[in-house]
């Protein structure tokens, strides 16, 4: 029976290491890292998610701040927050909380951030740094991911590693982090033929669909690490993975579960990304011309 990665435990061992990073960064600036959280309307989930994100900085010692705005706040008036939010060099990273109501358009605002500030790892610009190896902001969840496989001691280079979903959020630059350290990636989907099989073939697997239980315990080659990124809810509106967790673990070595397993992490990396956005920032004020994540987890690739 497989391990348990515990992603709440992890999750403190990183905060551990924002706080005393913060404590440094203050020391040496005279100021905390800033990180503001802009939130649009009333989805319940992002209100519970939103005030997650304030406090955990807060606890860490982040200048964490939420700006909330009604539901009906014209697209304009998002981006010129934004604008502003870009200008004010207290403030490190800029995270506008996803979904948005129907009439902004997404893709405009994310494309406003500055890409130096965009802890979320969203921008265009720190997609394509990641993916031609460049030091880049890196979305919080995937970068939580590798942080969990790093903690199962398991060697990535050389090893087989199978990302199932393709999302820009998750799935994409889960794939391009994992490259980086010198597995072997598959990107599979919901159009993959055999996906089972495909499954079956990775010393790494990383489910990231959104359909509940999707990955069997038969998909799963034995001692393998398993991620389960999913958060759904079953027939019966209990909380559960992508990966149907009791059969899966007989077959892995290592497994995450739901809840309690990716999730922690994520805005665990999220305060690091802020940190590191801070670096980054102060750093190019100076002419050193260090990018965001030259000191974090985000590594380039290697030939």
């Keep these: 029976m497989g391990n348990i990665l515990d992603g709440k435990a992890i999750a403190e061992k990183v905060r551990a290491e924002v706080r005393a990073d913060v404590t440094s960064f203050v020391a040496e600036h005279g100021r905390a890292p800033g990180l503001t959280v802009v939130l649009v309307g009333e989805d319940p989930a992002s209100v519970v998610y939103t005030r997650n994100k304030e406090k955990s900085a807060k606890e860490c010692g982040i200048a964490g701040t939420l700006l909330r705005l009604p539901a009906d706040t014209p697209e304009a008036e998002v981006l010129a927050l934004v604008a502003k939010l870009n200008g004010d060099d207290a403030v490190d990273g800029i995270l506008v909380q996803l979904p948005l109501p129907r009439h902004v358009r997404e893709a405009e605002v994310l494309r406003a951030i500055d890409p130096d500030k965009d802890v979320d790892g969203?921008?265009?610009?720190?997609?394509?740094?990641?993916?031609?190896?460049?030091?880049?902001?890196?979305?919080?969840?995937?970068?939580?991911?590798?942080?969990?496989?790093?903690?199962?001691?398991?060697?990535?280079?050389?090893?087989?590693?199978?990302v199932v979903g393709r999302s820009n959020i998750v799935g994409k630059p889960m794939a391009q982090l994992l490259l980086a350290k010198h597995a072997t990636v598959t990107i599979a989907h919901s159009r993959t033929r055999d996906l089972p099989a495909v499954c079956r073939e990775a010393d790494v697997l990383v489910a990231a669909v959104g359909r509940a239980e999707m990955v069997r315990g038969d998909?799963?080659?034995?001692?393998?690490?398993?991620?389960?990124?999913?958060?759904?809810?079953?027939?019966?509106?209990?909380?559960?993975?992508?990966?149907?967790?009791?059969?899966a673990r007989e077959r892995a070595s290592w497994i995450t579960?739901?809840?309690?397993?990716?999730?922690?992490?994520?805005?665990?990396?999220?305060?690091?990304?802020?940190?590191?956005?801070?670096?980054?920032?102060?750093?190019?004020?100076?002419?050193?011309?260090?990018r965001p994540g030259q000191r974090g987890l985000h590594g380039g690739a290697r030939r």
């Design 219 to 247: 998909w799963v080659k034995p001692g393998a690490v398993v991620i389960d990124v999913g958060i759904n809810r079953d027939t019966n509106g209990k909380l559960v993975g992508d990966v149907a967790f009791a059969e």
């Design 257 to 290: 579960p739901v809840p309690g397993g990716v999730g922690p992490m994520t805005i665990a990396c999220l305060l690091a990304n802020t940190v590191a956005a801070a670096r980054a920032r102060t750093a190019a004020r100076r002419g050193l011309r260090e």
């Design 122 to 162: 969203f921008h265009a610009l720190n997609a394509g740094r990641l993916a031609t190896g460049q030091p880049a902001l890196v979305p919080c969840t995937p970068t939580g991911c590798m942080r969990l496989i790093a903690e199962s001691g398991v060697e990535l280079a050389g090893a087989r590693a199978v």
